[in-house]
Every structure is written in structure tokens, then in C-alpha cells.
């Protein structure tokens, strides 16, 4: 199968631009929500006494602890599940913030990840917010069709809406339509020029079994492999990656999540992938270029190859590239971003 040669990567940086949340975000709402007064001393605190403000982190402490009985397990689960409640609130909420950047990125940048002829192009997130569905009616792949329509409403999404997931077997199919071995797999549509993937599941996702169908906090790998259709999400991405001299656009993305950070790797030794990022370029460069011990000794990361294989940098917000001043000209940031993926 032939593979657009630009692929593009976000995370949460990127949905802030039009309105979404940090992980500071996340651990606020967390933090304010009332039903933390429900929780035992010992799961309140671990979220009240957080030093570094990571609601991942916070939560897989208290999913870890064999001091935080079973309810307060739960609860803290659906803390963070309420936390992406406000964030689907605040993404549609009107008037829609940043009209003009979301306009121009799609215009200009998407157009360059679309692909051409046979070519299949994909657009990869680690967000689970509802921005692309809400905006401009994107429909994760791998979804029955009829279910990612129910996701691409522009009012809150409730409980009620939350779509199941496909099976084991229904994947299996899936990934046979793909090689070309089964003719048809029912609500489901065949890859095309562009294809979006939701790495770490969605806001809206029940999981095959009914449980919640987000992945969340420091055992992602683990709890990926426990669903089937983001497995297959996982095991897509890496086969994309991994075609020689290929061009990943990171968007937002902090490169804080090892699975993902262990394929981008691989792309980059193996199969001369380079990369074009966008965001904060001195914190992305610390978190993938070097460790520092208590003694403050500095150790060279494995993944500052992921650094080293940049051809493009941009120290800035989407929404300064593709500014909201002018819907027609582009800015000399816009034009450069866009001559590195000619």
C-alpha cells in the first residue's frame, strides 16, 4: 500500500489553540471538581499534594495504590472522564474560537498530508477531545459509519451518544479488507486520502467490552493492547512510519509518551524519517535530548536521534503561524512550514 510521504502528528497543544486543554487544564478541572470531596483522605491527597500537576500521572498513582480501596479507583477515573466532559463544553462552545487558523491549517497544511492518487494519508492524534469531529465532520477510521456520525454533532455529547467499539473480530476483518482478502466489512469504509487515527481512543468511545474507551495515565502500552481497535491503531502507525523517507509534522505533541516516542525512533533509524515540529522547541528538546541524575550529572537520551532528524522548527502557537488577520495571505511562518513538506 502506498503511503502519503507527510504524515501529521498532534497533541494537546494543538486543540489549545481553538479552545482545549493543557494537562495544567486538565488537572484544574480535576482539582475544582466537588465530587474530589467524595474521595478518602489518602486518593484526595495523592490529587491535592501533586507537585507536578500531571493528571496522568496523578491518576495511575491512585490506580496503582493498594491503598486507595476499589470506589475511589473509580471515581478518579470518572474525574478525569468529567474533566473531558468540560473540555467538549469549552471546544463547542460559540462563538468558536480561532476561526481563521482552523480555515487556513485546513486549506493549506492538510492539503499537503492528503494523499495523492492511490496514496493513503493519515492525520494520527494522542487527543481525545472532539475538535475535528465537531468542525469539520472528521470520522475516526475504523469506526462503523453510522456510529461516527453520532460523534460529529455540535452540542455537548452525553452519555447517552457514547459509541462501542468494534470487537476482536470485527478488526480482524478490518485489517483483511486492508490486504485485500475480504471483499466487504459491513458499516465500516476503506482507507482513503485521509484517514484519522485516535491513538489513545476518544471522549464518546466505549470500549468492546462497554467499559470507557479512553487511555489514560502511565500504562498506556498495556491498556492499548487490551483494545482491539487501538492495537490496531498502534500497529497502523507504525507501519506508516516506517516507510523510507517519510516527513512526520508534530503538532503540539510534547513526546512525553514512550509507545509513541519508541516508533517515531524506530522510523528515524531505520527508515531515514524526518520530522518538521511545532511548539515549545526548548522544553520538546530537554524531554528528548538529555536526563539529569540527583548528582545534576547530564545523560545523552536514545531519542535525542528524534531530535537530530528535524528539518523544521517552530517556536510557536498554530495560531500565530496561521494567523486570523488576513483569511488569504500567509505569513512568512506559514510559508516556511509549508516549503518543508513541498
Same mark, same amino acid.
Request: with cysteine; net charge neutral; glycine share 8%.
Given at each position: 500500500? =502506498?503511503?502519503?510521504?507527510? !504524515?501529521?502528528?498532534?497533541?494537546?497543544?494543538?486543540?489549545?489553540?481553538?479552545?482545549?486543554?493543557?494537562?495544567?487544564?486538565?488537572?484544574?478541572? &480535576?482539582?475544582?471538581?466537588?465530587? !474530589?470531596?467524595?474521595?478518602?483522605?489518602?486518593?484526595?491527597?495523592?490529587?491535592?499534594?501533586?507537585?507536578?500537576?500531571?493528571?496522568?500521572? $496523578?491518576?495511575? =498513582?491512585?490506580?496503582?495504590?493498594?491503598?486507595?480501596?476499589?470506589?475511589?479507583?473509580?471515581?478518579?477515573?470518572?474525574?478525569?472522564?468529567?474533566?473531558?466532559?468540560?473540555?467538549?463544553?469549552?471546544?463547542?462552545?460559540?462563538?468558536?474560537?480561532?476561526?481563521?487558523?482552523?480555515?487556513?491549517?485546513?486549506?493549506?497544511?492538510?492539503?499537503?498530508? &492528503?494523499?495523492?492518487?492511490?496514496?493513503?494519508?493519515?492525520?494520527?492524534?494522542?487527543?481525545?477531545?472532539?475538535?475535528?469531529?465537531?468542525?469539520?465532520?472528521?470520522?475516526?477510521?475504523?469506526?462503523?459509519?453510522?456510529?461516527?456520525?453520532?460523534?460529529?454533532?455540535?452540542?455537548?455529547?452525553?452519555?447517552?451518544?457514547?459509541?462501542?467499539?468494534?470487537?476482536?473480530?470485527?478488526? =480482524?476483518?478490518?485489517?483483511?479488507? $486492508?490486504?485485500?482478502?475480504?471483499?466487504?466489512?459491513?458499516?465500516?469504509?476503506?482507507?482513503?486520502?485521509?484517514?484519522?487515527?485516535? @491513538?489513545?481512543?476518544?471522549?464518546?468511545?466505549?470500549?468492546?467490552?462497554?467499559?470507557?474507551?479512553?487511555?489514560?495515565?502511565?500504562?498506556?502500552?498495556?491498556?492499548?493492547?487490551?483494545?482491539?481497535?487501538?492495537?490496531?491503531?498502534?500497529?497502523?502507525?507504525?507501519?506508516?512510519?516506517?516507510?523510507?523517507?517519510?516527513?512526520? $509534522? /508534530?503538532?503540539?505533541?510534547?513526546?512525553?509518551?514512550?509507545?509513541?516516542?519508541?516508533?517515531?525512533?524506530?522510523?528515524?533509524?531505520?527508515?531515514?524519517?524526518? @520530522?518538521?515540529?511545532?511548539?515549545?522547541?526548548?522544553? !520538546?528538546?530537554?524531554?528528548?535530548?538529555?536526563?539529569?541524575?540527583?548528582?545534576?550529572?547530564?545523560?545523552?537520551? =536514545?531519542?535525542?536521534?528524534?531530535?537530530?532528524?528535524? /528539518?523544521?522548527?517552530?517556536?510557536?502557537?498554530? &495560531?500565530?503561524?496561521?494567523?486570523?488577520?488576513?483569511?488569504?495571505?500567509?505569513?512568512?511562518?506559514?510559508?516556511?512550514?509549508?516549503?518543508?513538506?513541498?
Amino acid at each position: 500500500m =502506498e503511503y502519503s510521504k507527510n !504524515i501529521l502528528l498532534t497533541g494537546a497543544g494543538y486543540t489549545a489553540n481553538f479552545g482545549g486543554f493543557v494537562a495544567s487544564d486538565m488537572y484544574e478541572k &480535576i482539582f475544582n471538581n466537588s465530587r !474530589i470531596n467524595s474521595l478518602s483522605d489518602t486518593a484526595g491527597g495523592i490529587i491535592r499534594n501533586s507537585d507536578d500537576l500531571d493528571y496522568e500521572g $496523578i491518576y495511575s =498513582e491512585i490506580d496503582a495504590s493498594s491503598s486507595v480501596n476499589p470506589e475511589d479507583k473509580i471515581l478518579a477515573r470518572e474525574l478525569v472522564v468529567d474533566a473531558y466532559k468540560a473540555l467538549d463544553k469549552e471546544l463547542k462552545r460559540g462563538p468558536t474560537k480561532a476561526n481563521g487558523t482552523y480555515s487556513k491549517f485546513g486549506r493549506t497544511l492538510i492539503q499537503r498530508i &492528503i494523499g495523492r492518487g492511490t496514496q493513503k494519508g493519515f492525520f494520527f492524534t494522542t487527543n481525545q477531545d472532539l475538535l475535528q469531529e465537531s468542525r469539520s465532520g472528521m470520522k475516526a477510521y475504523g469506526i462503523p459509519i453510522s456510529d461516527a456520525e453520532k460523534l460529529n454533532k455540535k452540542q455537548i455529547l452525553e452519555r447517552k451518544d457514547f459509541i462501542q467499539l468494534p470487537n476482536l473480530k470485527d478488526i =480482524e476483518k478490518l485489517k483483511a479488507r $486492508i490486504q485485500g482478502t475480504e471483499r466487504h466489512v459491513g458499516d465500516y469504509r476503506d482507507l482513503n486520502d485521509l484517514n484519522y487515527i485516535k @491513538l489513545h481512543g476518544s471522549y464518546g468511545w466505549l470500549s468492546a467490552d462497554g467499559s470507557d474507551g479512553m487511555i489514560f495515565g502511565k500504562n498506556k502500552p498495556r491498556d492499548l493492547e487490551k483494545e482491539p481497535l487501538l492495537a490496531f491503531y498502534l500497529r497502523l502507525f507504525r507501519e506508516v512510519l516506517c516507510k523510507d523517507g517519510a516527513t512526520l $509534522i /508534530v503538532i503540539g505533541y510534547s513526546f512525553r509518551d514512550k509507545h509513541i516516542n519508541d516508533v517515531i525512533l524506530e522510523a528515524v533509524k531505520n527508515h531515514d524519517l524526518h @520530522l518538521v515540529i511545532v511548539g515549545n522547541i526548548q522544553k !520538546i528538546k530537554n524531554q528528548l535530548c538529555y536526563s539529569q541524575d540527583d548528582a545534576g550529572v547530564k545523560k545523552e537520551l =536514545e531519542t535525542k536521534a528524534i531530535w537530530d532528524a528535524r /528539518v523544521g522548527q517552530f517556536d510557536k502557537k498554530l &495560531i500565530d503561524i496561521f494567523d486570523d488577520t488576513n483569511d488569504t495571505n500567509l505569513n512568512t511562518s506559514a510559508e516556511d512550514l509549508l516549503k518543508k513538506l513541498s
